[in-house]
């Protein structure tokens, strides 16, 4: 992995030396199950007599001709780079080479379908990984215009930036597809989707009258469950409501979804032909908050034509920009033009909460990081570059407004289309539109790291007014900033019918250490305060006393969604820092989760009583706890409303937590259909859900695993039963997963995945502590021959945290120290991961 890098200093320099302009890329498909063709064909301009290399990660390079001089293949060529020496002004290069099928979700992914064996690819270039498919300049500001031609099976449907073409005979059962030049773009955002993929089509009007054809794409094998009409209907709205904000239609020809296997992300942006996950197909009932996480997904990438792909940062030092714009648009899209209109709520709950977490790592850094090389960004894809700074944004619009903002949003557009930019293009804009100066806040809020704490300190009359009100800002020790927040200050009462309303809400500007609010002396205190109302500024919020008292008892209790939900936050986020005993936080969870309405704010508090239970209640009482809480976990199932999204919720969270005998019957009744719950449907995802409780729990095996594989044998299916083998508990099953992910190369990323989480999966953690010491031993060998996926996924995955001990502390230690100052990266993971023991650890000192 270290050759596979390219350092920032490296690319300002080839940028330097290089203007691109065009690309022909044949592909030939038809080759095998191993390598296809690939011939690169570039025009550029250079700086005459300069030297400088192009990459490719090929299997073979078979020619290089510069400038119609044969190079030497063995004597330019490391299979990573490729020497470009003694350039003209003027040069066209042609490389014709081998490349490698990927299995990893990066590069040209090959995946074939066990329901028909028929095969799929897809592209997958973010960050690095065109250099995979085709020679290229592979860096961001590097822009050019890409013509594919592609050879395949004929039958196959090809997809890419361009609008397709009509494919023409290449004998032999194959045919030839040459796309038309895309505008210029940058070579991470290219793709190649091929195969047998179905499609529904449709299309729209934009803003200036062209017609905007629109296709969703799935495989074969599962269009019957592809509910095409609802990603076109939030299509058309993102479409609206973003031409509308941007001042500037939608910049492609055309605009493709396309649900691909074996995906490693949620969703990534390739021009006019945006991928997602296969997860987002859904063949079981998904929980609401699934559905809701596919439209917010839907939105992101849609934003991501204009911010990324229109307009696209000079270096991933400003990947930031481009993911929190985009994390931020899809929420205020999803809350004002969709059906979604508590997106708010989702994002305080969900992408805050990931923010809050990041931001209190060792590994923390400024919204606006240092990358240096291509290391350093891989790690960056975390939630400081996507809900830090999408959460920076939204008080950025709240500071400047929403009207000054968008002003500001649209002139960066018509300003620098098909062009890159850095972070001072945008802010200048936005000062202009605003009128601010905001070089401060810039400073304050994206140069600098760390998350502040707001609380109310209020003082009253005997007869309960109100005698002084401050907002206290406190920083951590480590990142002391104290900086400017626009917030809100809510006052609410129970009113006769016994709900918590707003009485009262004032948005004042927070600044130092404490900021009077004049306003509310003399009013009558109420019976709750809440610091940040609305969730517009970027902290951690604490009730005061009176008002958390009101909280706990009366959580339950508020009528609307955002506040009840800044408080869960704030719960969960005392137990974390090891503030409040982690046992408090579980009953808080088990007394009021039943009354929740959100869905995504239901699912994010079961992985934080997860979390609690597992880990931060102290050790003595954690099975004890554990099963009390599984057995009220089943009574919420029970009591839910009939086929619910709750209902199903609960099922699952009791489902899983699950161990003793009697928990366990009633999996096992549940699935072989003896008990049932009125309206809740035992669909396929859910039964290998049952199931592999079941086998965690030492109540099924092998045999149930192959059983249930054989009414199931798809894609879904095949994951499903490696995290069920994984999962078995025996040291001989736990010893297979382990070498089947550390030795063998034949898992794809997503069996690979799968077979972590079922190792993951022990009742008793002794089953597991021989493999802490087998960790430490391999880990450095995984990261030296492992792609970046791979071993990222084995690396956090596999880290020992079932021995939450000072022993696993130490061991980690002394690895880092072996490590030194080298693979930065790999350090970072292996912090983060400690840093995991140690907030385990002090919640258990609090907890006992």
């Known amino acids: 992995m270290p050759g596979l890098n390219l350092t920032r200093d490296e690319a300002r320099e080839r940028a330097g030396l290089v203007t691109v302009e065009t690309y022909d890329i044949e592909l030939d498909l038809t080759r095998g199950e191993k390598v296809f063709g690939s011939t690169t064909t570039v025009s550029f301009e250079a700086t005459a007599g300069t030297s400088t290399f192009i990459d490719a990660v090929t299997d073979t390079v078979h020619s290089v001709t510069l400038n119609g001089v044969e190079l030497d293949p063995s004597q330019v060529s490391d299979g990573v780079r490729i020497q470009l020496p003694q350039l003209a002004a003027r040069n066209e290069l042609r490389i014709v080479a081998d490349a490698l099928y990927m299995n990893t979700g990066e590069g040209l992914h090959r995946f074939v379908d066990p329901?028909?064996?028929e095969v799929y690819l897809y592209s997958q270039f973010e960050v690095p990984d065109s250099r995979r498919m085709f020679a290229v300049f592979e860096q961001p500001d590097l822009k050019a215009a890409f013509s594919f031609t592609v050879t395949a099976p004929?039958?196959?449907?090809?997809?890419?930036?361009?609008?397709?073409?009509?494919?023409?005979?290449?004998g032999q059962g194959k045919a030839t597809w040459a796309f038309s030049p895309t505008?210029?773009?940058?070579?991470?955002?290219?793709?190649?989707?091929?195969?047998?993929?179905?499609?529904?089509?449709?299309?729209?009007?934009?803003?200036?009258?062209?017609?905007?054809?629109?296709?969703?794409?799935?495989?074969?094998?599962?269009?019957?469950?592809?509910?095409?009409?609802?990603?076109?209907?939030?299509?058309?709205?993102g479409f609206?409501?973003?031409?509308?904000?941007?001042?500037?239609?939608?910049?492609?020809?055309?605009?493709?979804?396309?649900?691909?296997?074996?995906?490693?992300?949620?969703?990534?942006?390739?021009?006019?032909?945006?991928?997602?996950?296969e997860s987002y197909v859904f063949r079981s009932r998904p929980t609401d908050a699934m559905i809701e996480r596919r439209a917010i997904t839907i939105l992101h990438e849609l934003a991501h034509m204009w911010f990324g792909d229109l307009v696209t940062m000079r270096w991933w030092n400003d990947l930031w920009l481009n993911e929190s714009f985009a994390e931020f648009m899809s929420a205020l899209a999803a809350a004002e033009n969709t059906e979604f209109s508590q997106a708010w709520t989702t994002f305080s709950s969900m992408e805050k909460s990931w923010a809050y977490r990041q931001d209190q790592l060792p590994s923390t850094h400024p919204i606006k990081a240092e990358i240096k090389d291509l290391e350093d960004v891989q790690v960056n894809f975390d939630g400081i570059t996507y809900a830090k700074g999408a959460s920076v944004l939204r008080q950025?619009?709240?500071?400047?407004?929403?009207?000054?903002?968008?002003?500001?949003?649209?002139?960066?557009?018509?300003?620098?289309?098909?062009?890159?930019?850095?972070l001072p293009d945008l802010m200048r804009e936005l000062e202009a539109s605003s009128g601010r100066d905001l070089s401060e806040w810039t400073r304050l809020w994206l140069e600098t790291a760390g998350v502040n704490k707001l609380e109310a300190e209020i003082a009253t009359a005997e007869d309960g007014t109100i005698?002084?009100?401050?907002?206290?800002?406190?920083?951590?020790?480590?990142y002391p900033t104290i900086r400017p927040h626009r917030a809100a200050v809510g006052f609410y009462d129970l009113n006769e019918a016994g709900k918590l309303v707003r009485t009262h809400r004032q948005e004042l500007d927070v600044a130092g250490e404490r900021t009077e609010v004049e306003a509310f002396v003399g009013r009558k205190r109420p019976d709750l305060v809440l610091v940040n109302d609305d969730d517009l500024a970027y902290a951690k919020i604490r009730l005061d006393p009176a008002s958390l008292q009101v909280a706990m008892k009366h959580l339950k209790d508020f009528e609307a969604s955002l506040p009840r939900t800044l408080v869960w936050g704030s719960a969960w986020d005392a137990a974390r820092d090891a503030e409040t005993p982690a046992r408090e936080f579980v009953e808080l969870v088990l007394r009021n989760i039943g009354h929740e309405s959100d869905s995504s704010v239901v699912l994010v508090i079961l992985?934080?009583?997860?979390?609690?239970?597992?880990?931060?209640?102290?050790?003595?009482?954690?099975?004890?706890?554990?099963?009390?809480?599984?057995?009220?976990?089943w009574e919420l199932a029970r009591s839910a409303e009939a086929g619910s999204d709750k209902q199903l919720q609960f099922v699952k969270a009791a489902a899983s937590r699950s161990r003793t005998a009697d928990q366990l019957d009633t999996v096992a009744a549940l699935l072989g259909g003896e008990q049932q719950l009125k309206d809740l449907q035992i669909d396929a995802d859910l039964r290998w859900h049952l199931l592999t409780v079941l086998v965690a729990g030492g109540r099924a095996g092998a045999a149930d695993i192959e059983a249930e594989l054989a009414t199931d044998d798809t894609a879904n299916g095949r994951l499903a039963a490696e995290v069920a083998r994984a999962a078995i508990p025996t040291a001989e099953a736990k010893l297979a997963a382990w070498e089947a992910i550390i030795d063998g190369s034949e898992l794809s990323n997503t069996h690979q995945?799968?077979?972590?989480?079922?190792?993951?999966?022990?009742?008793?953690?002794?089953?597991?502590?021989?493999?802490?010491?087998?960790?430490?031993?391999?880990?450095?060998?995984?990261w030296e021959s492992k792609s970046w996926e791979i071993a990222q996924q084995i690396i956090v995955g596999l880290f020992p945290m079932a021995q939450t001990t000072e022993a696993t502390l130490k061991a980690t230690d002394a690895f880092l120290d072996q490590l030194g100052t080298g693979s930065p990266a790999l350090r970072r993971m292996l912090v983060e991961s400690r840093d995991a023991v140690v907030r385990a650890l002090a919640a258990q000192a609090v907890d006992g």
Do not use: C
Not at 156 to 166: E, F, G
Not at 613 to 633: H, S
């Open 240 to 277: 609206e409501f973003y031409e509308e904000q941007f001042g500037t239609p939608y910049p492609f020809e055309k605009y493709d979804q396309l649900f691909v296997p074996e995906f490693n992300a949620g969703a990534m942006e390739n021009a006019g032909a945006v991928t997602f996950l």
């Open 753 to 782: 995945r799968s077979a972590i989480n079922g190792f993951k999966q022990a009742h008793d953690p002794a089953l597991l502590e021989p493999f802490a010491a087998k960790y430490f031993q391999v880990i450095q060998g995984v």
């Open 396 to 422: 950025l619009v709240a500071w400047v407004g929403q009207k000054e903002f968008m002003a500001g949003v649209r002139e960066y557009f018509s300003k620098h289309a098909y062009s890159n930019t850095e």
């Open 154 to 170: 004929d039958y196959w449907d090809l997809i890419s930036n361009s609008p397709t073409p009509a494919p023409t005979p290449a």
């Open 115 to 117: 329901v028909d064996d």
């Open 467 to 478: 005698t002084s009100f401050a907002v206290v800002q406190s920083a951590p020790a480590d």
């Open 607 to 633: 992985g934080q009583l997860n979390t609690v239970l597992d880990y931060y209640v102290r050790a003595e009482d954690r099975q004890r706890m554990g099963e009390q809480a599984a057995d009220q976990l």
């Open 183 to 237: 505008a210029r773009i940058s070579s991470y955002i290219t793709a190649l989707i091929a195969g047998p993929y179905e499609a529904v089509r449709s299309e729209l009007t934009s803003s200036d009258g062209r017609t905007i054809p629109l296709g969703v794409f799935a495989r074969k094998s599962i269009m019957e469950h592809l509910d095409a009409e609802n990603i076109f209907t939030l299509t058309r709205q």
